[in-house]
């Protein structure tokens, strides 16, 4: 139906930035809202960002003028622009895609490893 590839994750300094490519193919229709999840280890997966197909954006807290995300509807490819990153974002990220069509269901990219080395 859905898939979902990620890439731009990688090992970065406090501080530094980094940016986050999520390529989705297949159904494209059928997705309402795209975002990034997160997993450190040891802790439940939370919601960093999110972006409806009318560009609504919602954001954690904890990432909140510092991670910008963005859609780009004719390359179907969703992207988190990280800045000013802390170790505390060390994790993997998910890509996410949402669709309501018959019923709620979650599209999983493979994951890609956000390391923020102190």
């Known amino acids: 139906q859905v898939q979902l590839v990620e890439s731009g994750g990688g090992l970065v300094q406090a501080g530094g930035s980094l940016r986050l490519s999520c390529a989705a193919s297949?159904?494209?229709?059928?997705?309402?809202?795209m975002g990034w999840y997160r997993q450190a280890p040891g802790k439940q997966r939370e919601l960093v960002a999110d972006?409806?197909?009318?560009?609504?954006?919602n954001y954690a807290a904890s990432v909140k003028g510092r991670f910008t995300i963005s859609r780009d509807n004719a390359k179907n490819t969703v992207a988190l622009q990280m800045n000013s990153l802390k170790a505390e974002d060390t994790a993997v990220y998910y890509c996410?895609?949402?669709?309501?069509?018959?019923?709620?269901?979650?599209?999983w990219g493979q994951g890609t490893q956000v390391t923020v080395s102190s």
């Open positions: 972006i409806s197909n009318s560009g609504v954006t």
């Open positions: 996410n895609a949402r669709s309501f069509t018959r019923y709620r269901y979650d599209y």
């Open positions: 297949g159904s494209i229709s059928s997705i309402a809202v």
